[in-house]
Each structure stands twice: as C-alpha cells, then as structure tokens.
C-alpha cells in the first residue's frame, strides 16, 4: 500500500487520551515500524469542516470523528483505525488484498448495514470515499439534533407526529446526555434528501445509512462497491461480544477468543484484565 498511515482521532487531543488508548496506539507503531502515525483531534476536524464546506457538523465527538475520517482519508489517504483497537497482527501480513481496490471496510450484512466504519482503507480521491463525502457536506448543510425518539425517522404521518411530539418533549426536558443508539425502520430513507433528511434529526448510524443510500442512487459507485473485497470483522470483535464475561474467563478462553484475528477492537467501559490486556498490547501469547 502506498500511503503508510495509520490515522487515530481523539477529539481532546492525544495527552487526553485515556490510558488503554495510548497504549493501543504505541502498540500500532510498535508492531507496524515502517508506518507513519497519525493522531488528530477536534482542531484538525474543525478545519476540516471548513475546508469541506460544513456549516452545521454534529454536535456530538462521534459524529465529528465519523466525518473527519472520511475527510482525511479522501484527502491524504491511509488506514483508519477507531481508538481502543489493539493490533493483534502487522498490518503487512494481512492488508495487501483487502487494499487492492483502493478502498475497503468491513462488510456487516446481519445488521443490515453494508458497511462498518471503524476501520477503513483509503487512497485519496478514490472514487466511493469522494462520493461518500459528497452525500456527507450535503447532510450536513442542515443543523440537526441526534435521533431520540424511535420512529421520528419513520417514514409517513406516523413518523412526522412522533418528531413533533418529540420536539415538543425536548423543548420542555431538553436533549438527553446519553448516547442514544436507535435505527430507523427504512434506514437509507432516514437519511434520503427527499425523506428523512428533510427533518432536523440524524440517526446514530448517519454515516452507514449515507453510504447505503448512496449505493442505492448512484450506479457508477454501486458498481465500483462490487468490486471491493467483502469480509466481516466478527473475529476481530471477540473480545469486545464476550465483555461481559470477562470477570470469569480464563487465559485459555482469551487465548482462544482472538486466536486468528487482525486485531481486537475493545469497549472502552469495560475493559479485560489487566494482566490479558497487557499481554494483548504487547503481543505476547496470553497464559495463565
């Protein structure tokens, strides 16, 4: 792969950076040493969305991020990795396939989504990452608030009643702090400038939804999709399925669990143990 950059974002800076996600990104630039490391945060978005023509981004961290990947990427090129991913293998060992079409992300068809967005290969100006962030200055040219409410996204008067009478509770409660992770019934519509992109709310899932979207009414893009290497991340998500039983697993289930993956893409509020997750970020074979 010709552009050799790993790119992280944590939107305060890499200094504020929790712990575990430090160490994730040393052991990125430890185990790939002819990569170049790359972390931005807030300020480099908040220049990205000048310079792309975005006077509305969303107000959430998250939202900023999901745009500023595909900002950098289209610009300059590289892989993107999400914070608290820790590599389990280097990435000249496994990428060269899944970049020989200059573009690739994890396919997630049991949840209906053609795409995941926490890890994406990209060469700059190709042609679905310049498409992507096309539909994405358009979305936001509009202020929205995240979706809170289930069928505010609906399609119909059902769902035109439900974001009025959201409103109206917001207006009263104001917006909640928690993260709402909710998804529309007709997701591609939820996001469609004739459907529910004509209201000022964005679902949790904007960025995926924009993407189905935009396979759906452009065949040129549709078509280059076609081409692009299709694999899940399920192996590489392991760990972060089976975050609950942490506190009675053995080293053995550990061992076992990641055991063939790339990489292990971990929650942030519920971590392994940490003699596992020292093991993990130093690339030694977890034992007992």
Known sequence: MDHRRIIF????GADAA?????????????????????????????????????????????????IFRMHELEARGGVYVDAATVPVRPLDD????????????????????????????????HPILTAWMEETVRYWQTPRRQQVSRRELNRGTKGALSLRLTALRLALTGVPKAKQVLEPKDRAWSVAPDGGAA??????????YLFDHMLRTRPDIRALWAKMPKEASYKDLMLRHWKRDYVTMTA????TLTAGSRMQKLAL????????????????????
């Open 94 to 125: 496994w990428l060269g396939p899944l970049a020989a079409e200059g573009f690739f992300a994890f396919h997630e068809p049991y949840r209906r989504r053609p795409i995941e967005n926490w890890f994406i290969i990209g060469t700059p100006g």
């Open 9 to 12: 974002y944590w939107a305060q």
């Open 269 to 288: 509020n519920r971590l392994p143990p940490e003699p596992f997750l020292e093991a993990l970020l130093q690339g030694r074979a977890i034992s007992s």
């Open 199 to 208: 209201r000022p709310v964005h679902p949790y899932f904007w960025p995926h």
């Open 18 to 66: 929790p712990d575990v996600v430090r160490r994730a990104w040393r052991a990125w630039e430890r185990l790939n040493p002819g990569w170049e490391i790359a972390i931005f945060d807030a300020g480099d978005a908040a220049r990205a969305f000048d310079e792309r023509g975005i006077p509305h981004p969303p107000a959430t961290f998250q939202g900023q991020a999901d």
């Open 252 to 255: 053995d289930d550990l061992r």
